[in-house]
C-alpha cells in the first residue's frame, strides 16, 4: 500500500533550523506534485509549501523566504528545510502528494511529524 512517512520534527528554539523527510513507498514521487501542510492546535490545516513535478514551488507567505522545499527522485523522498523558525510555526507538519488525471485527482497523506518552537 501507499505510505508516507515524516521524520524529523522535535523541540527548537526560535531562530533555529530543522529538517524535515518524508519518505514514500508504493507509489513513485517523480509522477506526483508533492507539498507540506501544518496544523497547528485550534486551526485549518493550511498549505506551506508545493513542489510540482517540474521542479517549480510555491510558498504561503507565512514562510517564504524561510522554508524550502525540495526533493530527491532517485531516494523518492522530499524535504522541507525549516530556518528562521517562529514559534508560530509550531504546528504537526504533514507530508501529501497528489496526482490529477483527468477529471479526478489520487492523493496520499502522511502521518505527520510534530514540530515545536519555543519562545
Known amino acids: 500500500q501507499v505510505q508516507l512517512v515524516e521524520s524529523g520534527g522535535g523541540l527548537v528554539q526560535a531562530g533555529g533550523s530543522l529538517r524535515l523527510s518524508c519518505a514514500a513507498s508504493?507509489?513513485?514521487?517523480?509522477?506526483?506534485?508533492m507539498g507540506w501542510y501544518r496544523q497547528a492546535p485550534g486551526k485549518q490545516r493550511e498549505l506551506v509549501t508545493l513542489?510540482?513535478?517540474?521542479?517549480?514551488?510555491t510558498y504561503a507567505d507565512s514562510v517564504k523566504g524561510r522554508f524550502t522545499i525540495s526533493r530527491d527522485n532517485a531516494k523518492n523522498t522530499v524535504y522541507l528545510q525549516m530556518n528562521s523558525l517562529k514559534p508560530e510555526d509550531t504546528a504537526v507538519y504533514y507530508c501529501?502528494?497528489?496526482?490529477?488525471?483527468?477529471?479526478?485527482?489520487?492523493?496520499?497523506w502522511g502521518q505527520g511529524t510534530q514540530v515545536t518552537v519555543s519562545s
Open positions: 508504493g507509489i513513485i514521487l517523480s509522477f506526483f506534485d
Open positions: 513542489i510540482t513535478r517540474s521542479g517549480m514551488t
Open positions: 501529501h502528494v497528489e496526482r490529477t488525471l483527468g477529471m479526478g485527482t489520487n492523493d496520499y
